[in-house]
């Protein structure tokens, strides 16, 4: 709520910094019985009112009264000094002349006229500048007529077009097939002139050249082909059996002896065989993409490299006998049933990997991890360093604590939550004992000296209740030797309280409803003086306390 002052505010000559008027939406929303000079900022027109002493007027006011006069051919209306709202009209001044009214024009004397023109007597028209003239005299009409390819209209708003007739070509075909050495005419261009018109035609002869073909046979046999060392062969020959007879080009097909064999059926629609010979060796890598089959048995398949599976699995493999022997999981978990297996990493802060909620995973007996982040494993601390045992099998969401062992790497210190190693010590006020490990604890007796355990008691003008542990100590006397009262009773401008306590006192008034006010104080070695600058309706409460 507001501070309440009742009396001017004085404030020596200095600013007051970042201050705003009051706000209200209306002259009403700013209080009943305003008094002169009070200010209010109005927050719908967005300015500042202040009270004349029997009305609300805007601070600085405005534009109260507003002074027209006529000007050049310019009436306004008003035309003189009007108050209060004012709409200002302005008219031209001319007076109607002879000119009709939808063609007049404003005159330089302030009439409405028609201009004069000069008289003229008729029309020269001139088609090129060079030739013949024709005149057209009053209420005389020219005509456009067009001529040679061209025609003219005109628009019922006077606009006279004069147009190139349309160009209707027609195009023909006709197809020829000359012989060798035959000639036939084209049209090699175009002369036109500067309006677009065809002027000319170049004609030119085109004479084709003679036959000079031969007709000429192949066949293409196949032969044994030249023998190339380590490699089988046979060719495809393409031979001339005309005008040119004799081989022209061959294809050879080569085969390596150790991969590919090559044979052959010579002479005219001959056959040329390709197929893998019974072994083969391969120099580089080999992609299979069907299966492997081996048909034979009793040999031994051997890898000068690393076999990669690349993450896929070998089936059906028997159970090992020799030392070097690959094993199946299952015989691996056979011979190790019961036996710890290490699992990693447990961090107990966040269940990971999730081993103690209802979505853990499946452990088998014998899994093993270690607690690298300290936590809660189900509902017991475990700290870095313990390992966690599973006891036995546990099914994806089975997990609990009762199938674990916990093999702690150490003990917690004790605090207060927690149960471990601790050790009692004697402090300030507390005694503390030891017999056969056990600590006896006790608080000793205060004194000015020493801290202690102490009672309070009630004495005179003092009171003490207990309750739970807690003394409420209470004052039960009046100290009318340091306090005095007195009113600024209702209607009146002033109130005194007299007392002995001397100029060094707080002085505090408080209205009817028991809110601080602000009065004007003055003091003296026997009285405090309460003074306001308005009568109140309801008494104002002035208190008095002595200091020192």
């Not at 001529?147 to 209707?168: C, E, R, V, Y």
């Not at 085109?206 to 046999?221: G, K, S, V």
């Amino acid at each position: 709520m507001a501070i309440n002052y009742l009396n001017s505010i004085d404030l020596n000559k200095n600013e007051i910094l970042q201050g705003v008027i009051e706000n209200q939406p209306n002259d009403a929303a700013a209080g009943a019985s305003p008094v002169e000079g009070q200010l209010y900022f109005n927050t719908t027109n967005h300015v500042l009112m202040q009270y004349n002493g029997s009305s609300w007027e805007e601070a600085g006011g405005g534009v109260e009264t507003l002074t027209t006069t006529d000007g050049t051919y310019i009436d306004l209306t008003p035309n003189s000094a009007t108050a209060g709202a004012v709409t200002v009209t302005a008219d031209l001044s001319a007076v109607d002349g002879t000119a009709v009214a939808a063609t007049r024009f404003l005159s330089k004397d302030n009439t409405w006229d028609v201009p004069a023109f000069d008289n003229y007597s008729g029309w020269t028209l001139d088609a090129d500048g060079a030739g013949a003239t024709a005149f057209i005299g009053p209420g005389a009409t020219a005509d456009f007529v067009g001529g040679l390819k061209i025609g003219t209209n005109s628009t019922s708003g006077g606009t006279l077009n004069i147009t190139h007739d349309l160009q209707t070509q027609t195009d023909s075909t006709s197809a020829a097939s000359p012989a060798a050495g035959a000639t036939f005419t084209v049209v090699d261009s175009v002369t036109r002139d500067t309006t677009g018109h065809a002027t000319g035609l170049n004609v030119k002869t085109i004479t084709l050249p003679t036959d000079t073909n031969t007709q000429e046979t192949y066949t293409l046999p196949v032969s044994a082909g030249t023998a190339v060392a380590g490699y089988t062969v046979a060719d495809i020959d393409l031979t001339a059996a005309g005008a040119s007879t004799g081989i022209k080009s061959k294809v050879t097909f080569a085969g390596k002896n150790s991969n590919i064999a090559i044979t052959e059926t010579t002479g005219n629609n001959g056959i040329v065989n390709i197929a893998l010979t019974p072994a083969v060796t391969i120099d580089d890598n080999l992609t299979v993409g069907g299966e492997i089959n081996q048909t034979s048995t009793g040999n031994e398949n051997t890898f000068a490299s690393e076999l990669n599976m690349s993450s896929l699995n070998i089936t059906n493999l028997l159970d090992p006998t020799s030392p070097q022997d690959a094993a199946t999981k299952q015989y691996v978990d056979d011979a190790t049933v019961g036996g710890l297996v290490y699992q990693g990493a447990y961090n107990a802060s966040t269940n990971t990997p999730d081993l103690d909620s209802a979505s853990s995973i499946a452990v088998e007996k014998g899994w093993t991890y270690t607690v690298t982040v300290a936590g809660l494993f189900f509902t017991e601390q475990v700290r870095v360093g313990d390992v966690l045992i599973a006891e036995v099998d546990q099914a994806a969401g089975a997990s609990t604590l009762a199938n674990w062992t916990t093999v702690q790497n150490n003990i917690d210190l004790a605090s207060s939550t927690q149960v471990g190693i601790g050790n009692v010590v004697a402090g300030g006020a507390i005694d503390v004992s030891y017999t056969s490990g056990t600590a006896t604890v006790s608080v000793e007796n205060a004194s000015p000296t020493n801290k202690g355990a102490i009672s309070v008691l009630a004495g005179t003008g003092i009171s003490v209740n207990y309750s739970s542990g807690v003394a409420t100590v209470a004052n039960t006397d009046t100290n009318t030797t340091n306090t005095a009262t007195g009113t600024i009773a209702a209607g009146q401008l002033s109130g005194t309280v007299t007392h002995a306590f001397g100029i060094n006192t707080i002085v505090q008034t408080i209205d009817a409803s028991g809110n601080t006010v602000f009065c004007d104080i003055t003091r003296t070695t026997t009285t405090s003086v309460a003074t306001i600058s308005a009568v109140e309706a309801t008494a104002i409460t002035i208190l008095v306390q002595k200091i020192g």
